[in-house]
């Protein structure tokens, strides 16, 4: 998605969080920083064009669909420790860091892609995790890109692993591990869900 399409979007999610766009920013710019110019997005392409994808969110509901995954495995942060943990290693990992663990680390020693999102509540996990992770990587903000930072559109973890699906041209996107309805989250958990399902909306994914 162009950033003129998705800005509409974003000043909105903006509003209903109160989040501030130039926090976004100087995530964006820590983040361009501390990745030093690693950028393995026609990896994360090739993983993905032409191929059916499989997006895996953190619901609890993801241990009883393992059996739908197929072809290419996108985690959604903390996903990715129940993939692990029932022996599929993720070919990539979307995450803003708040589930990371070195789980993270093991797995981008293996060579899962680590898609790394900077926003403005995350400079701390940023400066703790990325110079952690030695393997493949791509950097992403939900602001304005910048060089080696890219927007592929969504907000939160498991609807950005679908934008980039979208984007980047899978030839066919399954969903597990969903649940926005979800009743046990906190209010903040809530509202992320709730736009997560409209931006999903957008893309022509009705959950
Ligand atoms: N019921 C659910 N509970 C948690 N995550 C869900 C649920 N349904 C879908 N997801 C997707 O799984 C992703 C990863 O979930 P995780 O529990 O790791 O959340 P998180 O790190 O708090 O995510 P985020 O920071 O994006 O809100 C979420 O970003 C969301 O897109
Ligand atoms: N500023 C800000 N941006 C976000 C946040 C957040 O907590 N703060 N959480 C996200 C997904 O959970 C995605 N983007």
């Not at 995954?69 to 803003?96: C, K, Q, S, W, Y």
């Not at 926003?119 to 602001?143: E, K, M």
């Not at 989250?185 to 409209?198: M, N």
Request: glycine fraction near 10%; proline fraction near 6%; include cysteine.
């Amino acid at each position: 998605m162009r950033f003129a399409d998705w800005e509409p979007h974003y000043t909105a999610i903006l509003e209903y969080f109160g989040f501030e766009r130039e926090a976004d920013e100087a995530a964006a710019r820590l983040l361009a920083d501390l990745a030093g110019g690693r950028d393995d997005l026609g990896l994360l392409e090739a993983l993905i064009r032409d191929r059916p994808v499989t997006v895996c969110g953190n619901a609890p509901s993801l241990p009883d669909e393992l059996g739908r995954i197929e072809g290419t495995v996108l985690a959604a942060d903390a996903a990715a420790e129940v993939l692990v943990n029932h022996g599929i290693r993720p070919d990539a990992v979307f995450t803003d860091l708040d589930g990371a663990t070195d789980v993270f680390v093991d797995l981008s020693e293996q060579g899962t892609v680590m898609v790394v999102h900077a926003h403005g509540d995350n400079l701390p996990l940023l400066r703790h995790w990325v110079p952690r992770l030695p393997g493949p990587f791509v950097a992403t903000t939900q602001a304005a890109p910048l060089p080696h930072v890219h927007n592929l559109g969504g907000f939160t973890d498991g609807d950005r692993a679908v934008f980039a699906a979208d984007d980047l041209g899978a030839a066919e996107i399954r969903i597990v591990g969903f649940d926005l309805a979800d009743k046990n989250v906190d209010p903040l958990k809530r509202g992320k869900l709730f736009w997560a399902g409209e931006l999903l909306r957008l893309i022509g994914h009705d959950l």
